[in-house]
């Protein structure tokens, strides 16, 4: 029996029943009286690697931030510090430029912290497979997929990017759309970036859609600014779109202010969809078309899955969450007919 199967008898949530088991102060005498109650009539015994390892560290749990400008990340940060206050653990944010290598960091806070575990949000798996194996505490990686990596202490919860990247294009492409302009992150640095990119050319591809990635792609960092010089760029050199996907939301909103500012119309001239489903997209005029991810289950399932871990030494898992298509004020059908 685990922290989780005791929380789901006594119906009280895993933090309480972490802190009932713990002597944590914090607890009401009925919750504690309950839970103690169920734990000897199960049998339940702590995790003793899970109590050594807290002696030999400290009582916190590091999230690593990679992509200072990164919106989703900001939010997704806002449920992390919800759910951990629930728990007898305190919480500690790191934030790193998204040039910068993830793992390298993570080792020198391991040094200087001692942290009990590690939630990554964003990542280069292949920094992963390099340094890795320094980083012996439990870790997840939130919105890249690491199960290709097979490393025992890493778990994943994402999001499919390739999958909602395509289904991106192809609601593009359904709305009579041939002509889209690509704004991404950089591939060589990116995973999601390069996933997204590869959701996008697998849909180009079973529309019969050529796309000139050299004139119509361009790679930058993921900020509203970033989008906005990304578009300007695009026009600049003369292209011609009726779409644009940017495979960030804050991308898209840049890109919409610098269609504006050439006197183009979101949607009436031009199409844009982002990704990522931020609730400042509500706000937008227009509403901003995205591929929405669900950003409080993201969060929520990586806690839950760190904590099993550190608590009860659970092997590595790896979860992937559904996202959904908002097709919104920013996007609109287009007929094909004089579309060159």
Aim: negative net charge; aromatic residues 6%.
């Amino acid at each position: 029996m685990t922290i989780k199967d005791l929380a789901a008898k006594t119906g009280y949530a895993v933090g309480t029943v972490s802190r009932a088991l713990n002597g944590h102060p914090h607890v009401s005498e009925k919750a504690r009286q309950t839970i103690l109650e169920a734990a000897q009539e199960s049998g339940f015994q702590l995790n003793t690697n899970a109590k050594q390892l807290k002696q030999h560290h400290s009582n916190t749990i590091l999230v690593i931030v990679k992509g200072i400008g990164n919106e989703l990340f900001g939010e997704m940060v806002e449920s992390i510090q919800h759910l951990v206050a629930q728990t007898p653990y305190q919480l500690a944010v790191d934030y790193l430029d998204e040039d910068l290598n993830e793992v390298t960091r993570a080792v020198q806070l391991c040094r200087e912290k001692k942290p009990l575990g590690i939630l990554f949000l964003g990542g280069n798996n292949r920094n992963f497979s390099q340094a890795f194996s320094s980083v012996e505490i439990p870790c997840v990686l939130v919105t890249n997929n690491a199960r290709a990596l097979g490393l025992k202490n890493l778990s994943s919860v994402s999001t499919d990017d390739v999958e909602a990247a395509r289904e991106a294009i192809d609601t593009l492409v359904e709305m009579g759309h041939r002509k889209i302009a690509i704004i991404g992150g950089d591939r060589a640095v990116s995973d999601t970036s390069r996933l997204r990119y590869e959701g996008c050319m697998e849909s180009f591809a079973r529309h019969g859609i050529a796309f000139d990635t050299e004139k119509d792609y361009q790679g930058v960092r993921y900020s509203c600014l970033d989008g906005y010089q990304a578009v300007r760029s695009l026009l600049g050199a003369g292209r011609r779109f009726t779409a644009i996907f940017a495979t960030a939301d804050v991308m898209a909103i840049g890109a919409i202010r610098a269609l504006w500012e050439a006197g183009l119309r979101v949607p009436e001239d031009v199409s844009v969809m982002g990704v990522d489903g931020l609730p400042l997209g509500d706000f937008l005029v227009p509403q901003l078309a995205t591929v929405r991810q669900n950003v409080p289950e993201l969060a929520r399932r990586s806690v839950e899955i760190l904590l099993d871990a550190i608590e009860n030494d659970s092997p590595a898992c790896h979860e992937q969450i559904p996202f959904t298509i908002a097709r919104r004020e920013s996007v609109r059908p287009i007929s094909t007919q004089g579309v060159t």
